[in-house]
């Protein structure tokens, strides 16, 4: 286990996530800020990138585990995404959505920031959100972030504006 909150438990994703994760990435609704669902290739290359970052990086996104009962709420975690011509440290979720609405993604994202401030020891942490994701913008909110700056990924032929949200732990300690 990675870190627990009042109703969740988050840990690193497994081969037997893959079920969970694609009742998200498979999700066209659920996936509607990446313009499409997943195919098995495409879940099998998020998983294994997943492993992976936890090798290379000690940190990725991490299986949302609900307390009560073990069920497999989604995903949050944080990784290391390209701004500025730098790397930084961003908190993402991704969660089934017969579990949205109930306060988890900002509940899981809250316990990913004390981490990374807590226990990684960062200065800054930040949410990359397509413009106009406004649920997860909220939860950037909800999580004492604000906009810090924009960008554009270039997705599927695409061109995805985002605004990138961000707090310091500066900023976060002065919020208490």
């Given at each position: 286990m990675?870190?627990e909150?009042?109703?969740?438990?988050?840990?690193?994703?497994t081969?037997?996530?893959?079920?969970g994760?694609?009742?998200i990435?498979q999700?066209g609704?659920?996936?509607?800020?990446?313009?499409?669902?997943?195919?098995d290739?495409?879940?099998?290359?998020?998983?294994?990138?997943?492993?992976?970052r936890?090798?290379?990086?000690?940190f990725?996104?991490?299986?949302?585990?609900?307390?009560e009962d073990?069920?497999?709420?989604?995903q949050?975690?944080l990784?290391l995404?390209?701004w500025?011509?730098?790397r930084v440290?961003e908190i993402g979720?991704l969660?089934?959505?017969?579990?949205?609405?109930n306060?988890?993604?900002?509940?899981?994202?809250a316990g990913?920031?004390?981490?990374?401030?807590?226990?990684?020891g960062?200065?800054?942490?930040y949410?990359?959100i397509?413009?106009?994701?406004?649920?997860?913008?909220?939860?950037?909110?909800?999580?004492?972030m604000?906009v810090v700056g924009?960008?554009?990924?270039?997705?599927?032929g695409?061109?995805?504006?985002?605004?990138?949200?961000?707090?310091?732990?500066?900023?976060?300690?002065g919020?208490?």
């Amino acid at each position: 286990m990675i870190l627990e909150t009042k109703r969740l438990r988050l840990r690193e994703l497994t081969e037997e996530d893959r079920p969970g994760l694609c009742g998200i990435l498979q999700d066209g609704a659920a996936m509607y800020a990446y313009e499409h669902a997943f195919s098995d290739r495409e879940v099998d290359q998020w998983l294994a990138r997943q492993m992976d970052r936890y090798r290379r990086e000690g940190f990725g996104l991490w299986a949302v585990i609900r307390r009560e009962d073990g069920a497999f709420v989604g995903q949050c975690g944080l990784t290391l995404q390209e701004w500025d011509g730098r790397r930084v440290p961003e908190i993402g979720y991704l969660l089934q959505r017969r579990f949205w609405h109930n306060g988890y993604a900002a509940e899981a994202a809250a316990g990913c920031k004390r981490y990374a401030f807590d226990v990684l020891g960062l200065e800054a942490v930040y949410s990359i959100i397509r413009d106009g994701n406004l649920p997860s913008q909220r939860v950037a909110e909800r999580n004492g972030m604000r906009v810090v700056g924009r960008l554009v990924k270039h997705n599927y032929g695409m061109e995805m504006p985002h605004d990138v949200w961000g707090v310091s732990r500066e900023e976060d300690a002065g919020g208490k």
